[in-house]
C-alpha cells in the first residue's frame, strides 16, 4: 500500500465526521500516518462499518443520545469510537485507532479471516495466574484463529507510540513473562490462559512495518517471547 501524505489529515477528518453530536474532537495523542493509512483502509474496505447507534444499544440506552460511530465485532457485539455521545467534547478512544488499524492490516495485507476472529472480546480467566485469578473479567484486542480455533495470532494494542514501545521493549530484553515488572505482567498475563502462536504488540508507528511481533511459548505459568522478524501467515 502506498502512504499518502494526507493520511493524518483524512482520518482526522473521517474522525470528526464520526462524533457524536458534531461535538469538537480534541485528539490529545497526535495520530501517525501508518495508523491513518489502515484506519482508512478499514474503513473504505469496510472491514469495520460505523452505523448510528440503534434503540438496542447499550450507549444509548445509558445516555438516550445516539452517534454514528458506532460499529460492531464480528461477534456482533456493539463498540463505540467515542467513550459517550454527549458533549463538550467528543472523548476519543484513542486505542481503536491503531487497534482497528493492525485488525484491518491483518486481514487485507497478510490474509488474515474476519470470520476466523474476533474484535474487543470480554473473557473471563479460566485458572488462578500470576496476579490474576479465575473468574475475573478482561478483554482482548483481537484475535485470529486456525482451523482448530486456537488463537494463531493475538493483537494487543495500545493508545500511544509511548507505551507500545516500553511493553515491547521489556518483553524483547526480559524474554519471559516471569521477568518483567509485574505492571507489565497485569499487561500480557492472559497469554498464559489463551496461549496464542504469536502476539502483536501495536499502537501509532508500529502499524506498518509491524515491528514487535513475538512467537510465545508458554510452559504452566510463565512464557517466553521471542521476536521474529516475519509477520506469520495465517494457518
Not at 494526507?6 to 464520526?18: G, K, M, N, P, Q
Not at 493483537?155 to 505492571?183: C, D, F, H, R, V
Amino acid at each position: 500500500m502506498v502512504a499518502m501524505a494526507d493520511d493524518v489529515a483524512d482520518a482526522t477528518r473521517v474522525l470528526e465526521s464520526l462524533t457524536p453530536g458534531g461535538f469538537p474532537c480534541p485528539i490529545r495523542t497526535p495520530l501517525v500516518e501508518d495508523e491513518c493509512r489502515w484506519f482508512l483502509s478499514a474503513v473504505d474496505r469496510e472491514v469495520i462499518r460505523f452505523r448510528e447507534c440503534d434503540p438496542t444499544c447499550f450507549r444509548f440506552k445509558k445516555w438516550n443520545a445516539t452517534g454514528p460511530d458506532h460499529f460492531d465485532t464480528p461477534s456482533g457485539k456493539p463498540r463505540h469510537l467515542f467513550s459517550k455521545p454527549i458533549g463538550p467534547e467528543a472523548w476519543l478512544n484513542r486505542e481503536y485507532v491503531p487497534h482497528i488499524a493492525a485488525y484491518a492490516k491483518a486481514v487485507l495485507d497478510h490474509g488474515y479471516s474476519v470470520e476466523r476472529s474476533t474484535f474487543s472480546l470480554y473473557r473471563k480467566f479460566t485458572r488462578d495466574l500470576i496476579s490474576k485469578r479465575a473468574g475475573q473479567a478482561y478483554e482482548t484486542d483481537a484475535e485470529f484463529y486456525d482451523a482448530d480455533a486456537h488463537i494463531h495470532l493475538q493483537i494487543e494494542a495500545k493508545a500511544s507510540m509511548k507505551q507500545t514501545e516500553k511493553l515491547a521493549q521489556e518483553m524483547a530484553l526480559a524474554g519471559s513473562l516471569m521477568e518483567l515488572p509485574i505492571g507489565t505482567v497485569k499487561e500480557i498475563e492472559y497469554v498464559l490462559d489463551l496461549i496464542p502462536r504469536f502476539l502483536w504488540v501495536v499502537g501509532p508507528g508500529s502499524v506498518d512495518p509491524a515491528t514487535h511481533v513475538f512467537k510465545v511459548t508458554v510452559d504452566g505459568t510463565n512464557a517466553r517471547f521471542d521476536p521474529v522478524e516475519e509477520f506469520p501467515d495465517p494457518m
